[in-house]
Structure formats: structure tokens, C-alpha cells
């Protein structure tokens, strides 16, 4: 069974930090991209950060730029992503998201999954 779970999330007073992890199974994590995505309350889904399949290239959400770092460990399965400076807005449940796309056979093919969330508060 896919599953993607995601820990270190909690309340955290303005320019701290946090560390979240992904623990990655069920699926051949190599072949994955992987992402960090969040919601804030009452908000749309939000892309926060992308690392690709060999950790060779990141993308950040400009506001994270310089503030949160992700990387990934093929040998135990995990993304994690370092917050720093985490500001009252960073407030939002962050989850984890995989996605595989490509052409085999003449034919397109995506696969993608999604963690259930972890909840993360900056708040004096």
C-alpha cells in the first residue's frame, strides 16, 4: 500500500523553526518527484517547495525562498523540509505530494500521491 506520512508539525512562535519529514512507502521512491504543498485556513492548495527524482534541482515558493530548505534520502525513503523564520502566515497544514510522469509506449502516464497532512502554527 502507497503511503506517504508526514510528522514534525506543531506550534511554534514567530522566527522559529520547525523540520518536517515524509516517510515514504509502497512505491519506488527514486522515481518520484517529491513536494512539500500546504493550505492555510480558508486558502487554496499552496506549492511550497519541489525537489526532482535525483535531488539535483529544487523550487521554492518565492516567500520561502531563503527560508525553508528540502532534500531527500533515497536509502530510507524520507523528504524532509527545514522551516526557518517561520512567520505567522507559514500557518497551514503542510502535506506531502509525489508525482511520476512520462511517455512509455507511445503513451502518456501520471501517478501522483498525496500524504494526509501535517498541521504547522506560527503564533506568538
Known amino acids: 500500500e502507497v503511503q506517504l506520512v508526514e510528522s514534525g508539525g506543531g506550534l511554534v512562535q514567530p522566527g522559529g523553526s520547525l523540520r518536517l519529514s515524509c516517510a515514504a512507502s509502497?512505491?519506488?521512491?527514486?522515481?518520484?518527484?517529491m513536494s512539500w504543498v500546504r493550505q492555510a485556513p480558508g486558502k487554496g492548495l499552496e506549492w511550497v517547495s519541489v525537489?526532482?527524482?535525483?535531488?539535483?534541482?529544487?523550487y521554492y515558493a518565492e516567500s520561502m525562498k531563503g527560508r525553508f530548505t528540502i532534500s531527500r534520502d533515497g536509502l530510507t525513503e524520507t523528504v524532509r523540509m527545514q522551516m526557518n523564520d517561520l512567520k505567522p502566515e507559514d500557518t497551514a497544514v503542510y502535506f506531502c505530494?509525489?508525482?511520476?510522469?512520462?511517455?512509455?509506449?507511445?503513451?502518456?502516464?501520471?501517478?501522483?500521491?498525496w500524504g494526509q497532512g501535517t498541521q504547522v502554527t506560527v503564533s506568538s
Open positions: 505530494y509525489a508525482r511520476m510522469e512520462g511517455v512509455r509506449v507511445g503513451k502518456r502516464f501520471e501517478y501522483e500521491y
Open positions: 509502497g512505491f519506488a521512491f527514486d522515481d518520484y518527484a
Open positions: 525537489i526532482s527524482r535525483n535531488g539535483g534541482s529544487t
